[in-house]
């Protein structure tokens, strides 16, 4: 069945209509959001069941460097295309050892829960020595107001469990209050004379969820 012009109605989502969604979510992104890298498909071709194609959405490799001169209200995500804008104006073996000192590494996973039929964000970080990171150094790497909102927050906690495809330990933020808000939010779409395309799920969950993790979602991904 194909899930283009499906709408949403009761905040779930289908296999089918995240599958959708996220090759939607991803080519909004690469065009509105080109300081960070695109978001990959990875799809999982063992696991096809009855033609119907699973995969999930991968961000890589992001670095995060807290800058002694940054006050936490001024933390923020930096990719590695930006050292490039920077060598002009630093030594390059001192760049070297701050990157060696400083720079953390973050990958991000979207993946589907066929449990709650919502989309997970699994994550992990890690130094550039490849050891990882705990989830109290995580929270320091973050946002001043990304740690607010998981401390005030009712629909989101973080917690640590085996990747669903890696078989490795990844911090997941917990989906138990998804279906919850994005009902809302498709509600207020309804309100307004329309209602939410299966298209535009991702982009409305992320666009919550990236606040979290420090990952801001363009306005023009929501048009």
Same mark, same amino acid.
């Given at each position: 069945?194909?899930?283009?012009?499906?709408?949403?109605?009761?905040?779930?989502?289908? #296999?089918?209509?995240?599958? @959708?969604?996220?090759?939607?979510?991803?080519?909004?992104?690469?065009?509105?959001?080109?300081?960070?890298?695109?978001?990959?498909?990875?799809?999982?071709?063992?696991?096809?069941?009855?033609?119907?194609?699973?995969?999930?959405?991968?961000?890589?490799?992001?670095?995060?460097?807290?800058? @002694?001169?940054?006050?936490?209200?001024?933390?923020?995500?930096?990719?590695?295309?930006?050292?490039?804008?920077?060598?002009?104006?630093?030594?390059?073996?001192? #760049?070297?050892?701050? @990157?060696?000192?400083?720079?953390?590494?973050?990958?991000?996973?979207?993946?589907?829960?066929?449990?709650?039929?919502?989309?997970?964000?699994?994550?992990?970080?890690?130094? &550039?020595?490849?050891?990882?990171?705990?989830?109290?150094?995580?929270?320091?790497?973050?946002?001043?107001?990304?740690?607010?909102?998981?401390?005030?927050?009712?629909?989101?906690?973080?917690?640590?469990?085996?990747?669903?495809?890696?078989?490795?330990?990844?911090?997941?933020?917990?989906?138990?209050?998804?279906?919850?808000?994005?009902?809302? #939010? &498709?509600?207020?779409?309804?309100?307004?004379?329309?209602?939410?395309?299966?298209?535009?799920?991702?982009? &409305?969950?992320?666009?919550?969820?990236?606040?979290?993790?420090? #990952?801001?979602?363009?306005?023009?991904?929501?048009?």
């Amino acid at each position: 069945m194909d899930s283009a012009g499906e709408v949403v109605n009761d905040g779930k989502i289908t #296999l089918e209509g995240f599958t @959708v969604a996220a090759r939607a979510f991803a080519d909004k992104w690469k065009r509105h959001n080109l300081s960070f890298p695109p978001w990959s498909w990875v799809p999982l071709i063992n696991r096809t069941l009855l033609k119907k194609e699973e995969g999930y959405l991968s961000l890589e490799k992001i670095i995060i460097l807290s800058s @002694v001169d940054e006050s936490a209200e001024e933390e923020s995500l930096d990719v590695t295309a930006d050292w490039s804008e920077r060598e002009e104006s630093i030594d390059h073996t001192v #760049l070297v050892q701050n @990157v060696e000192d400083e720079a953390h590494y973050y990958d991000y996973h979207i993946v589907y829960s066929a449990s709650y039929m919502v989309p997970m964000l699994y994550f992990r970080g890690y130094s &550039s020595d490849g050891r990882p990171l705990s989830l109290d150094v995580i929270k320091r790497d973050l946002p001043s107001s990304s740690v607010s909102l998981l401390l005030e927050s009712k629909w989101t906690f973080i917690t640590q469990e085996e990747h669903p495809y890696l078989n490795r330990p990844w911090f997941k933020l917990h989906p138990c209050g998804t279906e919850e808000w994005i009902k809302l #939010l &498709s509600e207020s779409s309804s309100s307004d004379g329309c209602q939410m395309p299966v298209e535009l799920y991702l982009v &409305s969950w992320f666009s919550v969820v990236g606040q979290v993790v420090g #990952l801001r979602t363009p306005l023009e991904m929501l048009i």
